[in-house]
């Protein structure tokens, strides 16, 4: 058994492939997100007007992602604790998805650029937003806006 990352086998060269393909998916992402983000701002700030959650509006229910507009430009203005307030998941997985991305950008550490590992985060995320859209609509629920 030799090393598998040999360039003679063909590994390494369909690393490297692979690794640029993810750093191009990754660029596209978030130039996508920081458009989108930065039209949106500019739109709250000129107008005063957010999208409307369609979830609320139907159910009357906070959905997940409720307050996450309000909880981003709280992080704009330095107030962590109201941004904290608003959408608490999302104030501590935002920042940790921004850390995966880097580390799939940079290649290092290797596991967390395995793409059924990064599945696994992804389902363990969506596990915890599902469980938040429960507790927030909790009569006891301390946070909410």
């Known amino acids: 058994m030799g090393d598998h990352r040999k360039e003679g086998n063909g590994y390494l060269r369909n690393d490297r492939e692979y690794m640029r393909r993810m750093r191009k998916r990754i660029l596209v992402i978030y130039a996508v997100i920081l458009t989108a983000g930065a039209i949106y701002t500019l739109l709250i700030f000129r107008t005063g007007l957010g999208i409307p959650c369609l979830f609320n509006r139907v159910t009357g229910l906070l959905c997940p992602g409720c307050g996450t507009s309000r909880m981003a430009l709280s992080v704009m203005r330095l ?67």
């Not at 107030?79 to 940790?96: E, H, K, Q």
């Not at 395995?114 to 006891?140: D, H, T």
């Open 79 to 145: 107030d962590f604790a109201s941004a904290f307030r608003y959408n608490p998941v999302a104030f501590m997985t935002v920042p940790a998805w921004v850390g995966i991305s880097l580390c799939c950008f940079t290649g290092y550490p290797d596991v967390l650029c395995r793409e059924k590992n990064i599945l696994r985060i992804l389902y363990v995320n969506i596990a915890l937003y599902a469980v938040f859209c429960v507790v927030r609509n909790m009569p006891w629920y301390g946070f909410g806006f």
